[in-house]
């Protein structure tokens, strides 16, 4: 799934003509040596396009518009090689719906001492073209990301590569198409949301669909697309003797199958993105689907239980953020606390659905009782998940506002055997201490439902809630309480209308 291929982020410079062609010709081919210098850079893993050097208000008008327009770019970054006086870039700028990444760089990294002359000073004056570039961007409020340093370093490309996944996910978001099979589950506020206002900030639209029409594909599955499974089934995960051929649950199995088949077919038959049910509504299902669940998910759909279509459209957009890297981003569900002061930890897991691509191991594949839904025992993997490394991040609906939610942690390798409990889980001590951080969520407002990530950093998701002019808050092992209750009114007021 990596996006090398597919969308780009432009590259265009500022200058002017008062330099005159000669210099304006300097600045072109040092503008496309630095694209060209980040495009091969290892840390980078979106494509970078040198587009053009602009020098006037009709030039920056019209190579904005293009990237608004042109369905491979997924956002911009701006350099200013020379000065640019910035009110040309006004009216570009107004019209500029592509993520924007303003790079404060020099093409030159030293002082030539002994060569230096007022030609070179007039070429390479990032130092001033950049500060009235910034001026403008700040006086027009556009959110975007600054990166500072020199062009070839590895940590210059690492935060531009930080924001061109931002780009990535919230490109993957712009006329996504997300089902909410059924309604949310009854009497929950958390997973509720306004789909209006979402569908106007963000991009993607949630639609319900009934339960019958999901019913209907699941019927058509054929007993060879059920055999396929099955046989997948055996060769990946160890099968409970019982689910076996022959064995007594081995029709709960098939089931399974079946309505992992039908369920593909609905999402990939009507380009969805991204799914939710609710065990409150599974009429004319057998099983509440629990492995489908966990498969697709691992295969790239975003998911989330109960209804609640905000955590399935960021799992959606974390999967699209951390595509090509080690690790994962999975829905989670902050579960049972281990409360020992000396070895403080939360336990994630939900119900069924935990996502396939956090497996430390060979899952298990099991059947167990389920107490709630009212329907036959569902099928299910059953994992443990490797320490290291994560965060948890929660979109919630504040009214107002949507709020991004962060707390950065560190999962942990199981201490124990959980021979009973009959689902996949993963254990974490969250940053900077249980009692803060949990302290902090709630004060925050973040939900139980998250998508728990092992390789995206905070920073990612911050580029993304700019993007996306979502606020943000991020518990870390810098966290205090006093100030992140500050942070929270001084929000309240930043956002009150
Ligand atoms: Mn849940």
């Not at 124990?416 to 803060?436: F, G, N, Y």
Request: net charge negative; charged share 25%; with cysteine.
């Amino acid at each position: 799934m990596k996006p090398k291929t597919q969308p780009e982020i432009w590259f265009i410079a500022g200058s002017q003509y008062l330099y005159g062609e000669k210099t304006l010709e300097q600045v072109r081919e040092h503008s496309s040596q630095i694209a060209e210098g980040l495009d091969a850079s290892p840390h980078l893993s979106i494509k970078i396009r040198f587009i053009a050097v602009v020098t006037d208000t009709p030039d920056i008008r019209q190579v904005l518009s293009q990237a608004n327009q042109s369905s491979t770019c997924i956002g911009v970054i701006v350099w200013m090689h020379t000065f640019s006086p910035a009110k040309m870039w006004i009216n570009g700028l107004k019209t500029l719906q592509k993520p924007l990444l303003h790079l404060h760089t020099q093409f030159n990294r030293d002082i030539p001492w002994s060569s230096i002359d007022m030609d070179f000073m007039n070429l390479n004056q990032s130092a001033h073209g950049d500060r009235e570039f910034g001026f403008i961007t700040s006086r027009m409020r556009l959110p975007r990301k600054v990166v500072v340093g020199y062009w070839t370093s590895a940590q210059v490309h690492k935060e531009i590569d930080h924001w061109a996944r931002a780009c990535a996910g919230w490109s993957d978001w712009q006329d996504a198409k997300i089902v909410r099979f059924g309604d949310n589950m009854r009497q929950v506020a958390v997973t509720e949301g306004d789909k209006v206002e979402a569908e106007i900030r963000f991009g993607f639209s949630v639609n319900t669909y009934a339960v019958g029409d999901l019913v209907e594909s699941i019927r058509q599955v054929t007993p060879a697309e059920i055999a396929e499974l099955l046989a997948e089934y055996e060769e990946k995960y160890h099968v409970a003797p019982e689910l076996k051929k022959g064995g007594a649950r081995r029709p709960s199995l098939e089931e399974a199958a079946r309505i992992e088949r039908g369920l593909e077919t609905f999402l990939v038959s009507g380009h969805f993105k991204a799914f939710t049910n609710t065990f409150e509504d599974l009429h004319g299902m057998k099983q509440l689907p629990g492995i489908a669940v966990q498969r697709l998910m691992a295969k790239g759909f975003g998911y989330a239980g109960e209804g609640d279509w905000k955590t399935a459209a960021l799992v959606r957009a974390m999967k699209v953020m951390g595509s090509g890297l080690a690790g994962a981003n999975a829905f989670m569900e902050d579960y049972t606390y281990h409360f020992d002061p000396d070895n403080s930890l939360v336990l994630g897991s939900h119900m069924l659905e935990v996502d396939e691509s956090l497996a430390s191991h060979k899952p298990s594949l099991e059947i167990h009782p389920l107490g709630i839904g009212g329907k036959e025992d569902p099928v299910r993997l059953v994992f443990n998940v490797a320490g290291g490394q994560g965060l948890n991040a929660s979109i919630v609906d504040m009214g107002n506002r949507f709020r991004m939610v962060i707390n950065e942690v560190v999962a942990v390798d199981p201490p124990h055997e959980l021979p009973k409990l009959p689902v996949a889980r993963v254990l974490w001590q969250p940053l900077p201490d249980m009692h803060t951080a949990c302290k902090a969520w709630i004060l925050a407002g973040g939900a139980h439902h998250t998508c728990f990530s092992t390789n995206l950093s905070s920073e990612v998701l911050m580029d993304f809630a700019e993007i996306a002019g979502m606020e943000a808050l991020v518990i870390d092992k810098d966290t205090q309480i006093r100030d992140f209750q500050k942070e929270i009114q001084w929000n309240d007021m930043t956002y009150r209308k």
